[in-house]
């Protein structure tokens, strides 16, 4: 038996996963959680086989859950599945623990399929993402993908940002001082040629790297 945490902070989300994998043999849905911190103690508690894992959640949100789970949780394995399909999300999760991607725009027996192949210790990454971060490689960075150029903690504070969250509330979720969040702001602002974060919302929007039904 495949026992899975579904982690999502869109109850809607969640239950049509869970109807989609109640009728498959072999594998039980064992927990639902809403936010990365939450799924970490889950993981820590229960260790489920499987960690279905959303992106873009309050709190910590999904990277940082996964690189925490992949740490003290070894034996539990993160597939992601985010509307975020486009490079860098992909690697950066990847870089980070994740054992599987997928669109949400993927089919039942896509999800399925990744289920199961991950939890027999292979890696699974939709065709046609694989496809674009294997052209990324030769492409580098370049000004049709400005937010490459972003590490893993701007991306994660960018993506709280062009969520309306203010400079304390980021640093509270994150455990860094407003100092710090800031630094990493206008570090952002530099390597991406903005001056606030209005510019920085419109660049997400225009570059395809926000989920607007999260707005």
Do not use: W
């Not at 594998?27 to 959680?33: A, L």
């Not at 394995?77 to 490079?87: F, G, N, P, R, W």
Request: hydrophobic share 40%.
């Amino acid at each position: 038996m495949i026992n899975i945490l579904l982690v999502d902070d869109h109850e809607l989300v969640r239950t049509g996963i869970r109807r989609i994998l109640e009728d498959v043999r072999g594998m039980k849905v064992i927990g639902e959680e809403e936010s990365g911190e939450a799924a970490f103690q889950f993981c820590r508690s229960n260790e489920p086989d499987i960690v279905l894992m959303d992106m873009n959640m309050p709190g910590i949100g999904g990277i940082e859950a996964t690189k925490k789970i992949s740490r003290y949780c070894p034996d539990v394995k993160v597939i992601i599945l985010t509307m975020y399909a486009e490079d860098p999300f992909p690697t950066k999760v990847m870089q980070n623990g994740a054992q599987g991607f997928l669109a949400k725009t993927t089919s039942p027996d896509d999800l399925v399929n990744a289920i199961k192949q991950v939890n027999v210790g292979q890696r699974f990454i939709s065709a046609e993402i694989a496809q674009q971060m294997a052209l990324s490689q030769f492409n580098g960075v370049d000004s049709d993908k400005p937010f490459d150029a972003l590490s893993e903690r701007e991306l994660q504070i960018m993506m709280m940002i062009t969520k309306g969250e203010k400079v304390q509330d980021i640093a509270t979720q994150l455990n860094l001082s407003s100092k710090t969040v800031n630094s990493y702001r206008y570090r952002m602002f530099e390597k991406l040629n903005i001056c606030n974060d209005v510019e920085l919302t419109h660049l997400a929007i225009r570059h395809g790297m926000l989920d607007m039904e999260k707005l």
